[in-house]
């Protein structure tokens, strides 16, 4: 058996890495709410009905409050209302797309050139695409972040594509 991606005749798949910049509501937030509504990871797969495997995600934070976060990832767009800052109630028929959790802890944070930066990685966390190449995910934050500019909040998700 050869584990040679016949899609992109790479041995072991390719990496693909996603920057996103999240956009915030200015004030407070609280724990439970939904940060920046639903997040589409594009091409995040290769191809449509892709598969692969979420390596790492990183959160870099401008205000530095070490926020700590659950994040959904699903493998087709979630079709519930999620307003961010607003409560995280997942919708029971997305319930059917949900395919992983990944956590960051306020103890994940570095500062880095005064900004918070937490990385998490060796997720290894199989995932796949319903349709298109694209994932999608739900940020809620699990503490009470406050940000300054609508633009305070990024992410970067690393992914192996089979």
């Given at each position: 058996m050869s584990n040679i991606n016949t899609k992109s005749?790479?041995?072991?798949?390719?990496?693909?890495?996603?920057?996103q910049t999240i956009t915030v509501s200015l004030g407070a937030y609280t724990s439970g709410d939904v940060?920046?509504?639903?997040?589409?990871?594009?091409?995040?797969?290769?191809?449509?009905?892709?598969t692969g495997i979420l390596q790492s995600v990183t959160i870099i934070d401008v205000n530095a409050q070490s926020a700590?976060?659950?994040?959904d990832i699903f493998s087709q767009a979630p079709q519930g209302t999620y307003t961010d800052n607003g409560a995280y109630t997942l919708v029971t028929a997305d319930s059917a797309y949900l395919i992983a959790r990944v956590s960051v802890a306020a103890g994940d944070y570095v500062t880095a050139g005064g900004k918070g930066v937490a990385t998490v990685t060796s997720?290894?966390?199989p995932v796949f695409a319903t349709g298109t190449a694209n994932l999608y995910a739900l940020i809620?934050?699990?503490?009470t972040p406050t940000w300054t500019a609508t633009t305070s909040l990024s992410i970067v998700w690393g992914i192996l594509q089979d």
């Open positions: 005749g790479n041995a072991g798949g390719l990496t693909k890495i996603v920057s940060v920046g509504g639903v997040q589409t990871i594009t091409d995040g797969l290769y191809g449509a009905g892709g700590a976060f659950s994040i997720l290894n966390i809620s934050t699990t503490s």
